[in-house]
């Protein structure tokens, strides 16, 4: 699949990707799988998509936008390792956290808008296994934060 192609047919175009926000990498190539390192939303103006989801919080519709755009980010920081996402054999597992508020358990649909992104851009390659778990905090208060396994030709 060109996935480039595909980006431009959907009329997506990758951000740069955001920079660790401590003492890692953002990728991490191990034999045929990369290691994504966990990735937060940021906004097209550069700011990071900030606060708990729930009951008084963002809603459930500004949660799933974030995790797209984390989706985004992921694809960002795959490009920048692999030089071409037509490498992508198979998205392993993403494990979704979310900051959310006591009480809020939707967790798996906000996890979704990173998991529709991923299944548009790379089809049956982009559904793999996955978690999604709510959190109390997360870094910079950023209100999703997801990291990924992919499976690649090497």
């Known amino acids: 699949m060109d996935v480039d192609a595909r980006l431009r047919e959907l009329g997506i175009e990758l951000p740069e990707p955001m920079a660790p926000g401590g003492n890692y990498v953002p990728a991490m190539a191990a034999g045929d799988l990369v290691f994504l390192s966990g990735m937060g939303p940021v906004g097209p103006d550069g700011s990071l998509v900030t606060g708990k989801v729930g009951d008084g919080g963002l809603d459930l519709d500004t949660a799933r936008e974030a995790a797209r755009l984390t989706g985004l980010q992921l694809l ?23 900051n959310c508020r006591p009480g809020f358990n939707r967790t798996p649909a906000v996890i979704d808008g990173c998991s529709d992104l991923l299944a548009e851009v790379l089809g049956d390659a982009g559904r793999g296994a996955r978690s999604a778990v709510g959190m109390a905090e997360l870094p910079f208060d950023i209100s999703v934060e997801i990291e990924a396994v992919v499976r690649v030709v090497s």
């Open 76 to 98: 960002a920081a795959l490009r920048a390792e692999l030089g071409d996402l037509g490498r992508v054999q198979q998205v392993v597992k993403l494990f979704g956290m979310v």
